[in-house]
């Protein structure tokens, strides 16, 4: 069998990793970081095709995977349902998954502290160079490093995140913490706050160790806010000591004044069981949105996966499901065509046009989001619209 690297050690990599390696290959996946990344993260919406990825990977499906929640509903300023849709759906998280997926792949082989620095190519093989001055050599290089992928920017250079004009506050909150109004109306389903030029989801997921009994389960909240790339952006991403962090703040990083006015903000702008879980939200981050969208997946005897392949913008839902299908075509194509630039080729065939549709589909819900400060902008979105578009699994579309 193949000797197969890669780079990339979050969910992505982790799925494709120990697929191929049930296919009976010679895996080693190669992570920057050090130390446990379980608790990164939050709330991650399930598909079929997450679960038969899960199931591909060795990962067994079964109550203890998320959180069953039967419905959907919006909620306006004043905490009053406006709209809702019964819509079953379980909830998982991402540190839930990365637990299952990194306790299926053997330790010895899951490397960390492996900086990619950049890769040569032969006739026969790939060879990975890491900072620390190690050298891999392998039949294939995987690239599941993420949206500031190393891989990529060797391979094509040209694709880079492009900022949507928007960020998102994310947490989650401990539901002990919760009062019985907001447990009773909201907490078990999948919530929508839309103020003007806004908007919020929400939906309960496993609870500090995983946990899913009635209790000690959280509730996980994604709020997008409009915030231009020249000044609002900038601020942002800047600490209580005035350090710039332009690919990213850390959580812990946060400015403590940009949290406080955020919080500000969802008590005269959310419904009140909004701006309570956000209140009551330990700490808060931000992530900016940013599409990626590649014309090329394979490269000789290189191919990029999940996030480094694309990235698409969460109201789809599709993050970590799309990274299963990426790692289920990966091994069907190495299955029939052995580890070869030929079987890159033909995954590229297979996850290109779907990897595109989805970006596309992402930017179409979040152009509501992306117009925000501009002349004509819509200022709501229909509620039953959102209900209905949002998160769902494409496969099972609400009727």
Not at 228 to 249: M, N, R, S, Y
Not at 266 to 292: C, G, H, S, W
Not at 295 to 308: K, S
Request: some cysteine; glycine content about 10%.
């Amino acid at each position: 069998m193949a000797r197969i690297l890669i780079a990339g050690g979050s969910l992505g990599g982790l799925l494709a990793a120990n697929m191929l390696l049930r296919e009976g290959h010679e895996v080693q996946l190669l992570e920057k970081a050090t130390g446990s990344l379980d608790g990164r993260g939050a709330g991650i919406v399930t598909h079929a095709a997450l679960n038969r990825g899960l199931e591909r990977a060795g990962v067994a499906i079964d109550d203890s995977l998320g959180v069953r929640i039967a419905s959907r509903v919006v909620l306006d300023g004043a905490g009053e349902a406006v709209a809702s849709l019964a819509l079953p759906q379980v909830l998982t998280s991402w540190s839930r998954l990365y637990a299952l997926l990194h306790e299926a792949f053997p330790a010895e082989r899951y490397l960390q502290g492996r900086v990619v620095q950049g890769f040569e190519q032969a006739a026969g093989g790939v060879r990975v160079n890491c900072e620390s001055g190690e050298r891999f050599e392998a039949d294939l290089l995987i690239a599941s490093d993420g949206i500031r992928s190393a891989v990529r920017a060797q391979c094509a250079p040209e694709v880079q995140p492009q900022y949507a004009g928007y960020i998102a506050w994310r947490g989650v909150c401990d539901e002990a913490l919760l009062s019985r109004f907001t447990l009773t109306s909201v907490f078990e389903q999948f919530g929508f706050g839309l103020p003007a030029g806004e908007q919020l989801i929400g939906y309960p997921v496993a609870g500090s160790g995983n946990a899913t009994a009635r209790g000690r389960r959280r509730y996980n909240f994604v709020w997008y806010r409009a915030a231009d790339e020249q000044v609002a952006l900038p601020a942002l991403l800047t600490d209580a000591d005035g350090e710039h962090h332009p690919l990213g703040i850390p959580p812990h990083k946060v400015s403590w004044r940009q949290v406080a006015a955020m919080r500000e903000a969802a008590r005269a702008l959310l419904a009140p069981q909004f701006a309570e879980i956000i209140e009551k939200t330990a700490q808060p981050f931000l992530q900016p949105i940013y599409d990626v969208h590649s014309e090329r997946l394979a490269f000789g005897r290189v191919a990029l996966m999940g996030d480094a392949a694309f990235v698409a913008r969460p109201h789809v839902g599709m993050g970590v499901t799309k990274a299963a299908e990426d790692a289920m075509a990966l091994a069907e194509s190495i299955r029939e065509h052995g580890a070869t630039a030929a079987a890159l080729r033909a995954f590229e065939a297979a996850r290109l046009p779907p990897g595109q549709a989805v970006v596309q589909r992402a930017r179409r819900l979040g152009a509501y989001m992306q117009a925000q400060g501009k002349p004509g902008a819509e200022a709501r979105r229909d509620a039953e619209t959102v209900l209905r578009e949002t998160a769902i699994d494409p496969e099972h579309p609400p009727t």
